[in-house]
């Protein structure tokens, strides 16, 4: 069974650019939410979908967006990138609700803002 | 305001001996544990729960304790091996509670498991 796979890996942008991050979750599962890892805040919680309906929304501003599609894929978008924006972006897909625990994570995407 | 805290963001122990990973969360509301592992360049891979109703769970080398009225938790794993040395990050979701947060994490224990 293919695992969590996010595209893309790495990459670099300025500040005020935007960026759209993509995530495809396991097979057959339906939510799929996303954090945001840095080394000063840990792991914390963006937004989760489900059956392409945002169900969760964290506390991020909103330059920060998502969207699912019918095939369940993900992407995220951010946009007027900042310095602080600079971040381990984890995807993580489960079979329901992304409350209930077993969370299947990406590798991740890691954005650079200069 | 972090509702759930790893105060030791690192923690050495010997091959062979236990480790105890500790977290404490300040929101009642939860009523769900977890605990993950992140390898270098690897998502976090799920590793054990527990829900409010036990106060233990166990699998394998890897038992969590779960005190609710002190609002703690703790994961130990007996015996300590080489491959046990990454990221552990505690979680907490409520899932009775209405909570619209996901999971939330704390920031993680560094685990070095020395030979």
């Known amino acids: 069974k293919a695992g969590v796979t996010q595209t893309p890996r790495y990459l670099i942008k300025t500040r005020g650019q935007q960026v759209t991050l993509s995530c495809s979750p396991i097979?057959?599962?339906?939510?799929v939410s996303w954090y945001q890892q840095t080394p000063g805040q840990g792991l914390q919680f963006l937004f989760e979908?489900?059956?392409?309906?945002?169900?969760n929304k964290g506390n991020f501003p909103g330059r920060f967006s998502g969207r699912q599609f019918s095939n369940s894929r993900s992407e995220m978008n951010v946009s007027t990138l900042e310095l602080g924006d600079s971040a381990l972006y984890l995807c993580?897909?489960?079979?329901?609700?992304?409350?209930?625990?077993?969370?299947?994570f990406g590798e991740g995407s890691r954005l650079t803002v200069l | 305001d972090q509702q759930v805290k790893q105060n030791s963001p690192s923690l050495s122990v010997q091959e062979g001996r236990i480790s105890i990973l500790n977290c404490d969360y300040t929101?009642?509301?939860?009523?769900?544990f977890l605990w993950y592992k992140k390898y270098p360049a690897e998502g976090p891979t799920f590793l054990i729960s527990?829900?409010?109703?036990?106060d233990k769970n166990e699998d394998g080398r890897f038992t969590v304790f779960l005190n609710k009225s002190a609002k703690h938790l703790s994961l130990h794993i007996v015996p300590s091996q080489p491959g046990d040395s990454a990221v552990y990050f505690c979680?907490?979701?409520?899932?009775?509670?209405?909570?619209?947060?996901?999971?939330?994490f704390g920031k993680g224990t560094h685990l070095i498991i020395q030979p």
């Open positions: 993580a897909s489960s079979l329901d609700t992304a409350r209930t625990g077993e969370l299947f």
């Open positions: 097979s057959g599962h339906r939510s």
């Open positions: 979908y489900f059956s392409e309906t945002q169900r």
């Open positions: 929101n009642s509301m939860f009523d769900y």
């Open positions: 527990i829900s409010s109703i036990k």
């Open positions: 979680a907490a979701s409520a899932l009775g509670g209405g909570g619209a947060d996901g999971l939330t």
